[in-house]
């Protein structure tokens, strides 16, 4: 099968990134190289592009796509160490860095990666396609385990039956595949629950964020994209679920707050200033048009913050 991901919120982004054709950019999450190639497309020969991509399937087709680039530099890492990558090319700052975190076509479509509901396969999620599996996780975990990941992950509020049914249904064999954890799920949900939309969701949702280390990996990866930027560079961040875009929201203010000292200070002794500034104050969500042709934007939101011109770190 290709490697299809159609880019989200494309020219937003690009837009967003205000690209310098002499700069240096990091494509944090590179998959079929939709991004990456109108970044690419906008650099001169003395510009800069890095793609970074866990998962082999990403690098080989971002390697072929963008093979007509000559100063295009694909490698198989995960976001969270940009900073050694960059270290490792020689790199010390940068124009800016995009990081689109939702799972990709290719990976949902492809029924063998595990993703999906949708399809039956192992139960598998994993996108370096190395490590712990999902299947691994429901077969291990204790029952108080498996509902806290459900619940943290998935906000799923079902999360204590479903990990029960779970633990009593590998009493008797395995939960080896997407269909048996599926059945499970339907199982352990009210039927008006089953109505309203998939159950599935959610709990396929907090398995691969679990088997992915995802939220480890995107913290350490935001304070590093951060700190490789020059004054003035952009980190443009696409999320498409309400806990990854809450960290992100969360880091940004945090590098936009200025003096820390306490409110009955009669002037500021910490001297600390801004690190960066936001250029979106709302996230940026797809437009209608967007909407009608990909239907997986719909909960997409991107967040730009500008490292700030003073900031010499």
Not at 283 to 292: G, R, T, W
Request: contains cysteine; proline residues 4%.
């Amino acid at each position: 099968m290709d490697f299809i991901h159609i880019p989200v919120l494309l020219g937003e982004s690009i837009n967003g990134l205000g690209i310098d054709p002499d700069g240096i950019y990091v494509d944090g999450t590179v998959g079929g190289a939709g991004h990456s190639s109108e970044i690419a497309a906008r650099l001169s020969e003395k510009g800069r592009l890095i793609c970074l991509d866990r998962d082999p399937d990403a690098v080989k087709t971002a390697t072929e796509r963008l093979a007509k680039y000559k100063n295009v530099t694909v490698v198989q890492s995960n976001y969270s160490d940009v900073r050694s990558v960059l270290d490792s090319l020689g790199v010390d700052k940068v124009n800016g860095v995009l990081m689109d975190l939702g799972v990709s076509s290719h990976q949902l479509d492809e029924g063998s990666r595990g993703f999906s509901y949708h399809q039956d396969s192992y139960l598998d999620m994993r996108m370096s396609q190395t490590g712990t599996s999902a299947a691994d996780l429901v077969n291990t975990l204790s029952e108080q385990q498996l509902a806290k990941i459900i619940f943290e992950y998935g906000e799923e509020k079902f999360s204590r039956r479903i990990a029960a049914n779970i633990v009593r249904a590998r009493e008797d064999a395995p939960v080896q595949t997407t269909s048996q954890l599926a059945d499970i799920i339907r199982q352990s949900v009210p039927q008006k629950a089953r109505r309203e939309k998939n159950p599935c969701k959610k709990t396929f949702q907090a398995l691969r964020i679990a088997v992915n280390s995802e939220f480890e990996h995107l913290t350490k990866g935001l304070d590093d994209a951060f700190e490789s930027l020059r004054p003035g560079g952009r980190l443009a961040v696409i999320t498409f679920h309400s806990l990854e875009d809450r960290l992100v929201k969360q880091k940004f203010a945090g590098w936009c707050k200025g003096c820390i000292c306490p409110p009955d200070f009669p002037q500021c002794v910490c001297g600390r200033k801004p690190l960066g500034r936001l250029i979106t104050r709302k996230p940026v969500e797809a437009d209608q048009s967007e909407l009608e042709k990909n239907n997986r934007s719909r909960s997409a939101k991107l967040r730009i913050i500008e490292r700030s011109a003073e900031c010499n770190g």
